[in-house]
């Protein structure tokens, strides 16, 4: 927890030249019509004609690493296209059946990109990728659930390798696991990927957990597990509602300069009016903020805990310490 966060910004040039090649084809390519217009949307976000959603900020950070030398492996059931197709990162002609990867066309001298829809096994999948990340530490290793409550097939290779292979056998992973999380109305067995499991088993900075609730946290979020010389798991509580929710939005300026944020203050500027603070996580925040803004509250300020394992008393300590003596905090 005492590591420093690492500067995760990139030159924004550099940033908008990504963007426009995930928005290109080849000329003899063609793909499905919904497909033409989400590479046209991420064309205009290139452009900075439009905000930047959790797609595009995924697909920088992948970008970014990819043209520094970092090899990226992902694989998930679904993890092609995204579960809620959000991703696209494998496109298929409607004409031939041929296959584009725009992440494997960035520069000659990029580094790998695999992306594989695996089966569902998630404790051998899991378990592999595990290994894999071992062996290549240096990479970045993403496994992904199709819905974050999968992870509880993969629960014995948490238990006996992620969460304490570090104090064991003194083998370090810097392995990601992405865990789509949110109660969207798909009922119960699709909507919680277990974050109070995951608590049972942090101790010692073992490894992270965090709920990133804007495309730019993500993607400095990304960059810093690689970036950071400093290996440990990381599991990563990614939305559902989010990706596509207008408010959930960055800016080419929010992905070029600074990092990942463990707590993000409250963005209204009510410092000296707020009678409450409300510490929060996720998707909540923009529930939260709806429902302020339709009641003209400006005595409420509201805080995300992005980071939520290892949380540096200190840092919460920052956050709250612009508020008055005695305001009280409310989770």
């Given amino acids: 927890r005492d590591v420093p966060d690492a500067d995760t910004g990139v030159d924004k040039d550099i940033l908008k030249s990504l963007l426009e090649s995930q928005s290109k084809v080849p000329a003899e390519f063609r793909p499905h019509p919904k497909i033409e217009r989400i590479l046209e949307q991420r064309a205009a976000m290139a452009r900075e004609e439009a905000p930047l ?10 970008a970014t690493l990819l043209l520094e030398g970092t090899r990226i492996r992902i694989s998930g059931q679904d993890s092609e296209r995204g579960t809620f197709s959000h991703r696209h990162s494998v496109l298929h002609s409607i004409t031939d059946g041929d296959v584009y990867v725009p992440l494997r066309h960035l520069s000659p001298k990029q580094a790998d990109f695999e992306v594989y829809n695996s089966p569902l096994s998630e404790a051998g999948v899991l378990g592999f990728e595990y290994g894999y990340s071992i062996a290549y530490p240096d990479g970045l290793t993403i496994w992904e659930a199709q819905f974050g409550d999968f992870v509880n097939v993969a629960q014995p290779i948490i238990d006996q390798f992620i969460s304490s292979a570090e104090d064991k056998w003194r083998s370090l992973s810097g392995l990601v696991m992405l ?28 490894m992270q957990v965090a709920y990133p609730s804007t495309p730019a946290q993500l993607f400095h979020l990304l960059r810093r597990q690689v970036v950071r010389p400093w290996r440990k798991p990381l599991f990563v509580l990614t939305p559902k509602s989010l990706l596509r929710h207008p408010a959930c939005v960055s800016t080419m300026d929010d992905l070029a300069v600074g990092r990942f944020q463990r707590i993000l203050p409250d963005t209204k500027g009510i410092v000296g009016k707020a009678e409450r603070v409300l510490l929060c996580t996720g998707k909540i925040y923009y529930e939260l903020n709806e429902e302020r803004e339709k009641l003209k509250r400006d005595d409420v300020a509201i805080v995300r805990v992005e980071q939520l394992y290892p949380l540096q008393p200190e840092d919460l300590g920052a956050a709250l310490g612009h508020y008055a003596d005695n305001t009280p905090g409310v989770w």
């Fill in 53 to 62: 959603d959790w797609a595009a900020a995924e697909g920088l950070a992948f």
């Fill in 179 to 206: 865990l789509p999380h949110g109660y969207e109305g798909m009922g119960p067995e699709h909507s919680s990927a277990r974050i109070e499991r995951l608590f049972s088993l942090t101790a010692e900075d073992n």
